[in-house]
């Protein structure tokens, strides 16, 4: 089973519109962490936002915010008026305490801004 | 957090041909990935570089293919070894970037990316 899920291959979002960008992810480890990061046309990969398995709050950012919903097992990255320079790719991730260093990267969600 | 320099940042190769990725990082570091990003996927971990011993390879990765070197804690090479268009992907260099929001955050390089024809 895929560790991450991203069901959305492309969004579309209107400047200064709020969007969602989905993301599911499978464990069975109790403590984990899950981590966005965005990948711009130049290809490096930037951390956004992260969220841990005990963190009783959601994570904020600025204009990110991640909506934890352990229950479901989804983290949704929310974008509050969008810019045109988030036009990009957007990956989400997962760090399982158990195994170590590995991190699980999705298949990612590609974010067109339109002025 | 570690700057993490990479390079070359791009290239396009000739099949059958080797070519080596150099990664500086700006602090000491214990550990360093080197992932694969093919054409319109996702990061895929390929191996594992430590200090001072062999590179621990993902499946489907094996050490002929992608030779490794971690001579210090700041620099590591990924070798991309008789490369064929397949190889033609984003290798990225990437290091713990300790405690950061409250996690070990992975920081990346800006990545390499390389056309095979």
């Known amino acids: 089973a895929q560790k991450i899920t991203q069901t959305q291959p492309g969004m579309f979002v209107q400047e200064k519109e709020a969007v969602t960008l989905d993301c599911t992810y499978d464990?069975?480890?109790?403590?984990?962490?899950l981590f966005w990061y965005k990948q711009p046309s130049s290809g490096e990969m930037i951390f956004l936002i992260y969220?841990?398995?005990?963190?009783?709050q959601n994570a904020t950012e600025g204009r990110y915010s991640l909506n934890f919903q352990k229950a479901r097992k989804s983290a949704n990255l929310v974008i509050s008026a969008s810019q045109l320079g988030d036009s990009a790719m957007y990956f989400c991730a997962m760090r399982e305490r158990n195994t170590g260093n590995q991190f699980y990267f999705g298949t990612g969600t590609s974010l067109t801004v339109i002025p | 957090s570690a700057v993490i320099s990479q390079k070359p940042s791009r290239d396009i190769c000739q099949r059958g041909t080797s070519l080596t990725i150099q990664c500086q990082v700006d602090?000491?570091?214990?550990?360093m990935f080197w992932y694969r990003q093919q054409p319109g996927q996702s990061l895929t971990l390929i191996a594992t570089?430590?200090?001072?011993?062999?590179?621990?390879?993902e499946s489907g990765f094996v050490i002929d293919k992608f030779p490794i070197s971690r001579p210090n804690l700041t620099f590591s090479t990924l070798t991309v070894s008789n490369m064929s268009p397949e190889d033609s992907s984003i290798y990225l260099c990437?290091?713990?970037?300790?405690?950061?929001?409250?996690?070990?955050?992975?920081?990346f390089g800006a990545g390499s990316r390389l056309t095979v024809l």
């Open positions: 570089a430590n200090q001072g011993s062999e590179a621990t390879y």
């Open positions: 969220q841990g398995s005990y963190d009783e």
């Open positions: 602090s000491q570091v214990t550990m």
């Open positions: 990437s290091v713990d970037a300790g405690i950061t929001s409250g996690a070990n955050v992975l920081t």
């Open positions: 464990t069975s480890d109790q403590s984990y962490g």
